[in-house]
């Protein structure tokens, strides 16, 4: 698997520094100089990273001060609508303990929609899952995902499911790192509803169905995934810049 560029993971210190606290809003950044010998790494790898934060609305460039933590980061740490993360790493970023049960694991042939967002031919097999996490017993997430079986191979159904499908897609080498995703507000389907534990007046609730098409390393799409979070639970942010 092909690793990160230089200043790929400059930028992802220094958003970590910010996420963590070590760089607060309104701190200067360390001039380019500095950051280069802390890291061991040239100053156009550094400059490149930090144009990058610059666009996102992380650092702001201030005449007399340099480059500082901007006020809109703290926007951004909470949850970022940008931000690609898995389930379990948004549930810990929330603050929820969750267990998390398997419903249902097949092996199939590609359905017409699952062979359009896949990219796979028609007739290829498909492995498809269908989880929920629930907190104190009751569900707050339900997840619909289909990875193709030429990508993790049958043998993956021995898998424990209950557990992270992203660990399971690194150990074969096909890593989500990136998504397509579109959200949007809805009730939950009945047929869905259904399913779940616990799910008595679920479909009266808001939820938010999040559609994602992600991508691994070599920029190969590598799962296809339905996923809807209890609508009073989850809370995005997005930072809003006037480009003009």
């Known amino acids: 698997?092909?690793?990160?560029?230089?200043?790929t993971m400059i930028r992802r210190q220094i958003e970590q520094d910010i996420r963590d606290g070590v760089l607060k809003p309104g701190?200067?950044?360390?001039?380019?100089?500095?950051?280069?010998?802390?890291l061991g790494v040239g100053r156009s790898s550094v400059r490149e990273a930090l144009k990058v934060l610059e666009r996102k609305g992380l650092i702001d460039v201030q005449p007399g001060r340099g480059r500082v933590v901007s006020e809109l980061s703290s926007g951004w740490i909470e949850s970022p609508i940008t931000s690609f993360r898995s389930?379990?790493?948004?549930?810990?970023?929330?603050?929820?303990?969750?267990?998390c049960q398997v419903l249902n694991t097949s092996v199939g042939i590609v359905?017409?929609?699952?062979?359009?967002?896949?990219?796979?031919?028609?007739?290829?097999s498909v492995i498809r899952l269908e989880r929920t996490h629930l907190l104190e017993g009751a569900p707050i997430v339900f997840m619909q995902e289909t990875v193709p079986v030429a990508l993790i191979g049958t043998e993956s159904l021995?898998?424990?499911?209950?557990k992270s499908l992203v660990a399971v897609m690194a150990k074969r080498g096909h890593k989500p790192v990136a998504s397509r995703a579109g959200m949007k507000a809805v009730h939950l389907p009945k047929e869905l509803a259904n399913k779940l534990p616990a799910a008595k007046g679920f479909g009266k609730e808001p939820w938010l169905e999040i559609t994602e098409?992600?991508?691994?390393?070599?920029?190969?799409?590598?799962?296809?995934?339905?996923?809807?979070?209890?609508?009073?639970?989850?809370?995005?942010?997005?930072?809003?810049t006037d480009d003009n």
């Open 1 to 7: 698997m092909s690793r990160p560029s230089v200043p």
């Open 111 to 124: 359905s017409p929609e699952e062979m359009r967002v896949l990219g796979i031919e028609e007739g290829s």
């Open 213 to 240: 098409t992600n991508l691994d390393s070599f920029g190969q799409i590598c799962l296809f995934s339905k996923v809807y979070l209890k609508g009073d639970l989850f809370t995005f942010t997005f930072i809003r």
């Open 158 to 162: 021995n898998e424990d499911w209950s």
């Open 87 to 99: 389930v379990s790493e948004l549930l810990v970023a929330s603050g929820y303990v969750t267990t």
């Open 27 to 38: 701190q200067p950044i360390p001039t380019e100089a500095e950051l280069g010998a802390a």
